[in-house]
């Protein structure tokens, strides 16, 4: 498991074999997570409507980074705290980074949010 270098809160797992075994899950485990919404899949990529094929973006740096941003655009409301005067702000790509936990495994290039 390593980090990416741009952002210390984006981990990089090669296998969805290796993420279940470091987490202590199973793959009956994997698959109610990601149907309850704790395991949030937010990977960009192409889709050809004629094939009805999706290839998803190469892992890099800017891709990673635009995949959040993408994320955060299509769903602002849930990237918003309250301040003191209990006023509702956007918060911004690095306290995106900071507070919540994104993933991405290697060898089926899908970006993840864990929402656990």
């Known amino acids: 498991m390593k980090k990416f270098g741009l952002a210390d809160n984006i981990t990089r797992y090669e296998t969805l074999e290796q993420y279940l075994t470091l987490n202590n899950l199973t793959i009956d485990d994997w698959n109610d997570w990601n149907n309850q919404g704790f395991i949030y899949d937010i ?4 889709f050809n409507g ?17 995949t959040i941003k993408n994320e955060i655009n ?6 918003q705290w309250e301040n003191d005067d209990f006023q509702f702000e956007q918060l911004s790509l690095n306290d995106v980074l900071v507070a919540l936990d ?4 290697a060898d089926t290039k899908h970006v993840y949010l864990n929402r656990d």
């Open 102 to 105: 994104f993933f991405y495994i």
């Open 50 to 66: 004629a094939t009805d094929n999706f290839t998803p973006w190469d892992i890099t740096n800017k891709n990673l980074i635009d």
């Open 43 to 46: 990977t960009c990529g192409l």
């Open 74 to 79: 299509e769903n602002p409301e849930a990237y």
